[in-house]
Each structure stands twice: as C-alpha cells, then as structure tokens.
C-alpha cells in the first residue's frame, strides 16, 4: 500500500474523532436513492477488478471481488495495509453499483462507500469515499480477464 494512502487513513482516523458535522460534510453518494441489487442488476460487476486510483495524498490500487452468493451479491475488498475486507452492503444508485463498508483504523470505525459506474466503451468509472467524504479516491476499474 502506497505511504500517501497509509496518511490519508491517519487523517481520516483524526476526523473521525471530530464531531459529526466535520466528518459528513459534503459526500455526493449519500444525497442518492440506493435501491437492493438483483442478479441482473449485479451482471455486469461480476468478477474480479483492480481498482487504479488517486487521492489528495497520490495513488492506491486496489483488488475487488464481487460476486453472487445465491441470489445475493457479495465482493471483497483486497489492500496491502487493511488485508481482505468483506462487503455484504451492495445496493445501486442508477447505474452505479455501491458497495458499503466500514474497519477499524488506529481504534476508529471508518466507514467506505465503494461506487462502481459503467461509462462508454465498456470503461467503469472507481471511487471510494471515505468517512462520509472526508477523503476520496477516484479513477478506473479495470476487470480482470477469466481465465
């Protein structure tokens, strides 16, 4: 895991110890109507993905695995720092597919909002927000070929 994106979590850490009001301020994805994801809804995010993307504080890359267990989605979320996240809070907002998470970082829950967002030519827009906005991360996913 890049140093700059081990930094962002410290700061992220420090605001979420500030009150509420510092910490939810401005976050695009919660103003959204998010609806539960049918299998037909999750198709086109299946798989396995490498999230490539920049923050204020420079890059990160990132592993992601959704996939349906019965007729729910599922996906896990890969770092170097953080290991393996699981994430069962998948819902959708138009087209985009959101994933929902929260760890614990330096004893400070820090919830994630993972957005998925297909765009033209089969690309797939990434971004992470974390702690409702206070850092966020955009920039592509790449699926990975099956082999």
Excluded: H
Aim: aromatic residues 6%; glycine residues 8%; proline residues 5%.
């Amino acid at each position: 895991m890049p140093r700059t994106f081990l930094c962002c979590l410290a700061l992220i850490s420090a605001l979420s110890t500030v009150p509420v009001v510092a910490s939810v301020a401005g976050s695009a994805m919660s103003t959204q109507t998010t609806s539960q994801v049918s299998a037909a809804d999750a198709a086109p995010f299946l798989g396995d993905w490498v999230l490539a993307l920049e923050g204020p504080n420079g890059p990160g890359t990132f592993t992601l695995s959704v996939k349906m267990d019965k007729d729910k989605p599922s996906a896990e979320l890969v770092t170097e720092a953080m290991g393996k996240q699981a994430i069962t809070d998948i819902t959708k907002a138009d087209k985009a597919l959101l994933l929902s998470y929260s760890f614990t970082w330096e004893g400070n829950a820090v919830d994630a909002v993972i957005r998925l967002t297909p765009e033209a030519e089969g690309k797939t827009k990434a971004q992470i927000d974390f702690a409702g906005g206070a850092y966020v991360m955009v920039g592509a996913a790449t699926k990975k070929d099956a082999k």
